[in-house]
């Protein structure tokens, strides 16, 4: 249609007002979530939670894989609600363009604009995108107290025991409380029945088989 498209300046300012609607929004559905959360694990238990006892739940962790952005929630087992999340970054468009140029062609004046920029930067995580799983792990684990009053001591996962590894290192919740892990049966099915058609018609065979059901 050639249409001129926005400036990136243009773009971030819209983008900075949507993103400070949108936190507001996020804190409201996530403390509906919330609520609602403990209120059914505490009629699941039959018992009363006061406004400041704090619940063990079970969760799911869910994360992203190799991309600039993460994205990785923590869903209640009981009801399937998300209860919390964490967005990691290893990109600012800013940082790239406006920075880069500054640092370039004028290095006396980009000191004083990354210092006025550090409070805006999109960039919150510097680690390998393998690694923000359990980076977020530690993120939301550690608030889930101050922030839900819930502690999640079981989480399901998919065999890889970075993340659980991880959690029980640096305690959380302090020496006396373990977090448990829970296998997920699908992905324990999945690699039973690889390993079994790896035992009868080898390597090959197998995951030529995997891909035509779709495995």
């Known amino acids: ?17 949507l993103f400070t609607q949108l936190e507001k929004f996020r804190k409201h559905v996530f403390s509906e979530t919330v609520a609602y959360v403990r ?33 990785e929630c923590a869903v209640d ?3 399937g609600l998300c209860v919390d999340a964490h967005v990691m970054c290893t990109y600012c468009q800013v940082c790239e363009s406006t920075g880069q140029k500054l640092f370039q062609e004028k290095p006396e004046e980009y000191v004083a604009w990354l210092v006025d920029h550090l409070d805006k930067c999109e960039v919150n995580y510097k680690g ?7 980076e977020a792990a530690r993120v939301i ?3 889930s107290v101050n922030t839900n009053k819930l502690r ?14 991880e959690l029980n290192d640096i305690k959380p919740y302090g020496e006396d409380i373990h977090i448990d892990k829970e296998e997920c049966v699908n992905h324990v099915s999945k690699r039973l029945g ?20 779709g495995f």
């Open 1 to 17: 249609m050639d249409l001129a498209g926005l400036h990136h300046k243009t773009f971030h300012t819209h983008a900075s007002q």
């Open 194 to 213: 690889t390993a079994l058609r790896e035992f009868n018609f080898g390597p090959a065979a197998a995951a030529d088989s995997a891909q035509f059901f």
């Open 39 to 71: 209120e059914v694990h505490a009629r699941y238990c039959g018992t009363t939670l006061g406004v400041d006892d704090t619940l063990n739940i079970g969760t799911w962790f869910t994360r992203g894989h190799s991309s600039h952005i993460g994205v």
């Open 141 to 143: 684990w550690r608030r």
């Open 128 to 134: 390998s995108s393998g690694m923000m799983e359990v």
């Open 77 to 79: 087992l009981l009801t």
């Open 152 to 165: 999640y001591t079981t989480l399901l996962s998919d065999g890889d025991s970075k993340t659980f590894t």
